[in-house]
């Protein structure tokens, strides 16, 4: 049994076909989306604006205008820290994000030369009553709107208004309530109040880890790669049948019982898809920078289920009578292709049609393999229970007894009507 | 050569006296309404080289899938050495070899590492293996090969592994299905040797082949079968003083007449006559004195005679006479 192993362990590693499916498939096809998905991500986060601050007399008059502009450029955390304590921090501007980034001039005109020059985005200027007005340039404005650009300056720009517009209107209720009460900064529920409103906009996580739109595809990779893995276990029970190939005849009427054959060689492929799988894990981890909720141990038994789940997929596959090897093999590919596109990895109208059928049709995905190793990896992501990984793993689990029983039933006969 | 074969016949005589290696009695194999073993009987004795001859579809590899137990039958007793043959006789098994028709190695493990494995599934120790799979690697002559994956080896070498593979284990019972199939004169010639060297060692052997030359030269007896049925068995010799063909007789003439052929097709002891403008070929039945009367009407038609050739009847001839001329599948 032993040697049956080694043996099957080795026919799989040196298998150049299968090996191009498992290993170097999904990862071309995850850099690929990585080259196609990556500037998506970028273009979905902040980076700083490069603006001209006008320091003349209504800006030096405007309370508070130098503290914000330092603590949005990221310059002076130690301040912003002073603020927090306070209770009135930076409109809950992560320190660590750098929104803009400063030139101070004296006057708009010099302002409006940095931006002919093209050195800077636009410009901040405060009016009498201190309120702060951004000014772009037309280049920034043509850029943010073009959907094709890299860095995500329209996410900045927007943040921008955000916090300036909180900025003016916190301003103004500031010097409207010590217009009617001078004593007012003295009382706690006066700097209650301020904190409250600043804190109008708030964002929260509901997810166990930062969502990332793209990492659906991932896993929908991971699902497809996976169920392509069951060519390991076709192979392994075609060499194993006297009725399917000539090996089979020559390992029929060895000594070693056929059970013992199979078990030896399913475990073979099950620790060569767990390998492969795992390669792919790691790349689309760590290269592609996938994450999994931070829970890669887990991952890692999502890929010993999963790859379980395909070896008994491909045991009841490769036990079908009457169909050669070639065939099997082209069933498994049409098979890992086809339910692929129900578990949303050809792009967003897939990932429209995954989400619809497990709205209308919850039993279709459960009976989906692809979706359900999906769902392994999704689960991990976005839920902080452990609970619908479990609940996944128990669907894969069962899955597999039934390929396995049928695959069981398909191979329990000892002598054969034809060979 | 004659010696050799009547020290083989008296050790065959020997081995008769104990169970036979294989016995095959009433077995019926039917596929659908087709009768594939039509109550065939078969008995191969311990230490012979055993011909299993019959045209396609006569029943030959159903009759051995069967006795490996291989294929269900309908009816019929399967004994090897003397004891019931099932899917879980591992005793059995592991003293039976087979080398199938087609190679059956694996195409991603070396030559050595394809004999280790299929003789593991005999041998289970390693150290105990280790010899066993050298001798099998100098038995077949791939001393030079033994890192050479199969798609890197020639035709005749792919048999050899095929073979090795299937006697690395020191078999008591070999099954050989047709295994000189496409391979050169060379090939063919080193691997009946070695078949005989494993009888010589001790092995029992079942040899299956549309080669009639090649069984009537390593086969102790010879079983033909046809439709499923078991049709005659014997020796070569004694298969061919069944049959009714006697010698076959080709004489080179340029000026054979047409009144003179139809003279020759006249004789008594001529089957089949037939004249290509320059030889004429004759199939006569058995008689002494054949050759003399077909001179006897040349030279009466007053034909020239040029060369003459005179062949006893071959094992082809008995198999042609017994099987039908019939193109079959």
Not at chain 2, 180 to 194: F, K, M, W
Request: proline share 3%; with cysteine.
């Amino acid at each position: 049994m032993w040697s049956t192993f080694i043996v099957t362990l080795k026919t799989n590693l040196r298998d150049k076909s299968a090996l191009f499916w498992l290993i170097v498939f999904p990862i071309a096809l995850a850099t690929m989306f990585n080259g196609v998905f990556g500037n998506l991500d970028q273009a979905m986060s902040i980076t700083p604006v490069s603006v001209a601050v006008v320091k003349d007399t209504n800006w030096t008059n405007a309370i508070g205008a130098d503290t914000l502009i330092t603590a949005l450029s990221g310059k002076n955390s130690d301040s912003a820290k002073t603020q927090e304590g306070t209770g009135s921090n930076a409109m809950d501007i992560d320190p660590g994000v750098t929104l803009l980034d400063t030139t101070k001039v004296d006057s708009t005109s010099q302002a409006r030369e940095l931006l002919s020059q093209g050195k800077a985005d636009g410009y901040l200027k405060a009016d009498g009553d201190g309120r702060i007005a951004l000014t772009l340039s037309d280049d920034a404005v043509t850029e943010a709107n073009n959907g094709t650009q890299e860095a995500g300056l329209d996410i900045s720009l927007s943040a921008l208004d955000n916090v300036l517009d909180q900025y003016n209107r916190t301003s103004a209720n500031v010097k409207s309530v010590l217009k009617d009460n001078p004593t007012a900064p003295a009382t706690r529920t006066f700097w209650n109040g301020i904190n409250a409103s600043m804190s109008a906009t708030k964002e929260v996580t509901l997810t166990n880890f930062k969502p990332s739109v793209m990492a659906r595809y991932y896993y929908a990779l991971m699902g497809m790669a996976c169920l392509v893995a069951m060519s390991y276990m076709i192979h392994t029970v075609t060499t194993a049948q006297a009725n399917l190939s000539a090996l089979g005849i020559r390992r029929t009427v060895a000594p070693l019982g056929r059970a013992k054959q199979l078990v030896a060689g399913f475990l073979a492929g099950w620790l060569c898809s767990c390998a492969c799988l795992l390669v792919a894990l790691a790349y689309i981890r760590y290269v592609c920078g996938i994450e999994v909720g931070g829970r890669e141990p887990a991952a890692v038994l999502a890929v010993i289920v999963a790859s379980f789940m395909t070896c008994a997929f491909g045991t009841m596959i490769g036990a079908i009578p009457k169909l050669t090897t070639g065939v099997k093999q082209g069933m498994s590919t049409a098979i890992a292709c086809s339910l692929s596109l129900f578990s949303g990895l050809y792009g967003g109208f897939a990932m429209e049609l995954s989400d619809l059928i497990s709205r209308k049709a919850p039993l279709l995905a459960a009976i989906n393999p692809a979706q359900q190793v999906t769902n392994l990896f999704y689960s991990l992501m976005y839920y902080d229970s452990y609970q619908p990984f479990v609940r996944t793993c128990a669907i894969l689990l069962t899955m597999s007894a039934v390929f396995l029983a049928a695959g069981v039933i398909m191979l329990r006969r000892q002598r054969y009507e034809h060979l | 050569m004659a010696s050799e074969t009547n020290a083989n016949a008296q050790t065959i005589q020997a081995a008769q006296t104990t169970v036979p290696a294989v016995h095959v009695s009433q077995l019926v194999k039917r596929y659908g309404d087709m009768v594939a073993l039509d109550y065939f009987d078969l008995d191969v004795q311990q230490g012979e080289i055993f011909g299993l001859l019959g045209p396609n579809g006569s029943g030959k590899t159903t009759a051995i899938n069967c006795i490996l137990a291989l294929l269900t039958y309908d009816k019929g007793t399967i004994r090897v050495f003397g004891e019931p043959m099932t899917p879980t006789s591992y005793a059995l098994k592991r003293r039976i070899g087979i080398v199938p028709q087609n190679v059956a190695v694996f195409n991603e493990l070396t030559v050595t590492e394809n004999i280790d494995y299929f003789c593991s599934l005999y041998v289970p120790k390693k150290a105990d293996r280790a010899p066993l799979v050298e001798e099998a690697i100098e038995f077949a002559g791939l001393q030079d090969f033994r890192k050479f994956r199969p798609g890197k080896l020639s035709g005749g070498l792919l048999r050899r592994l095929n073979i090795a593979c299937g006697i690395a284990h020191k078999p008591d019972l070999i099954f050989f299905d047709e295994p000189t199939v496409a391979v050169d004169p060379q090939s063919r010639n080193a691997i009946l040797e070695g078949i005989q060297k494993l009888n010589k060692a001790g092995a029992t052997v079942i040899y299956t082949s549309h080669y009639m030359e090649e069984v009537e030269q390593i086969c102790d007896r010879i079983l033909i079968m046809d439709h499923g049925r078991h049709l005659a068995l014997g020796t070569a010799d004694e298969l061919k003083a069944m049959i009714d063909t006697g010698e076959r007789i080709t004489i080179e003439t340029l000026d054979l007449t047409d009144e003179t052929l139809a003279a020759v097709r006249a004789l008594a002891f001529v089957i089949e006559a037939s004249y290509d403008g320059r030889e004429l070929d004759v199939r006569c039945r058995r008689g002494e004195h054949n050759l003399v009367d077909l001179i006897g009407v040349l030279r009466t038609s007053g034909a020239n005679i040029g060369h003459l050739t005179s062949r006893p009847p071959s094992l082809n001839d008995v198999f042609l006479e017994l099987t039908g001329k019939a193109l079959r599948d």
